[in-house]
C-alpha cells in the first residue's frame, strides 16, 4: 500500500511568487492535513480538510489555501509568498478527522523562498 | 497555540541507556499521540493512548497517560544510535471532529 505522497520534494521560489504544493492520501482516508514546520520547529497546523470540505484551518494569513479533491487528494496553495514562508510543509492524512487513529504522514515539500 | 509541550526540549544519552521524555497538555482530550521526526522528514506514528488508558507498550517504546496531571511520558529502553530524533507529543481533543495538536518536541541524540 502507498503511503501520502506529497510533490514536489523541493521547491525554490522568489518573494512575490505563487506556489502549489500536493498530497495524496493513503487509499481509504478521507481526512487531509496540512503543517507548516519551520526549521527546529514545531509543527503549526495549516488546514484540515475532511470529505471534499475545509472543517478548520490555522492562525494563517489568507494567502494560504487549499482544496480537496474527490479522490481526496489535495493542494495548499501559498501566494504572495514571502521569507518567513520558508519551510517543510507536510501533509498528513488519517481514516477520520477525530484524530482516532493517528495520522500517516509524507515526507514533506521544503519549500525555499528567496 | 501548542497544546502540547515537551520536556526536555533536547536529550543525549549513550547507546543502551534509558530515554524519557514528557508531555504536558492543558485542555481534556480524546487521545495522544507520540510521533518521531529524522532529520527533517515526515513524522511516523509510534503510538496512540486513549485517554481511558494509563499505560501502553510497543516494543521498546512504553507511554503512560496521567489525565490528573495532564501529562504523558514516552520512555524508549535500550536506546540505539537508529533512536535519535525528535519525538513529538501530539493531543486530540475531546468533543467531535478536531485537530491533532503538536507539541514543540524533544531532540533525542543516542551516542554510540
Known amino acids: 500500500e502507498a503511503g501520502v505522497t506529497q510533490s514536489p520534494t523541493h521547491l525554490i521560489k522568489t518573494r512575490g511568487q505563487q506556489v502549489t504544493l500536493r498530497c495524496s492520501p493513503i487509499?481509504?482516508?478521507?481526512?487531509v492535513y496540512w503543517y507548516q514546520q519551520a526549521l527546529g520547529l514545531g509543527l503549526q497546523f495549516l488546514l484540515w480538510?475532511?470529505?471534499?470540505?475545509?472543517?478548520n484551518r490555522g492562525n494563517f494569513p489568507p494567502r494560504f489555501s487549499g482544496r480537496q479533491f474527490p479522490n481526496y487528494s489535495s493542494e495548499l496553495n501559498v501566494n504572495a509568498l514571502e521569507l518567513e514562508d520558508s519551510a517543510l510543509y507536510l501533509c498528513?492524512?488519517?481514516?477520520?478527522?477525530?484524530?482516532?487513529?493517528?495520522?500517516?504522514f509524507g515526507s514533506g515539500t521544503r519549500l525555499t523562498v528567496v | 497555540s501548542q497544546q502540547g509541550e515537551e520536556d526536555p526540549q533536547a536529550l543525549s544519552i549513550q547507546e543502551g541507556e534509558n530515554a524519557t521524555m514528557n508531555c504536558s497538555y492543558k485542555?481534556?482530550?480524546?487521545?495522544l499521540q507520540w510521533y518521531r521526526q529524522n532529520s527533517g522528514r515526515g513524522l511516523v506514528h509510534l503510538i496512540l493512548?486513549?485517554?481511558?488508558?494509563r499505560e501502553k507498550h510497543s516494543g521498546r517504546l512504553r507511554v503512560t497517560l496521567d489525565t490528573s496531571k495532564k501529562s504523558s511520558s514516552l520512555l524508549i529502553t535500550a536506546s540505539r544510535a537508529a533512536d535519535t530524533a525528535s519525538y513529538f507529543c501530539?493531543?486530540?481533543?475531546?468533543?467531535?471532529?478536531?485537530?491533532?495538536?503538536f507539541g514543540t518536541g524533544t531532540k533525542l541524540q543516542v551516542i554510540p
Open positions: 493512548i486513549r485517554s481511558n488508558e
Open positions: 485542555t481534556s482530550i480524546n487521545n
Open positions: 498528513a492524512s488519517s481514516f477520520t478527522g477525530r484524530g482516532d487513529y493517528g495520522y500517516t
Open positions: 480538510y475532511d470529505e471534499g470540505e475545509e472543517r
Open positions: 487509499s481509504g482516508h478521507t481526512s
Open positions: 501530539a493531543t486530540a481533543h475531546s468533543g467531535g471532529y478536531q485537530k491533532v495538536t
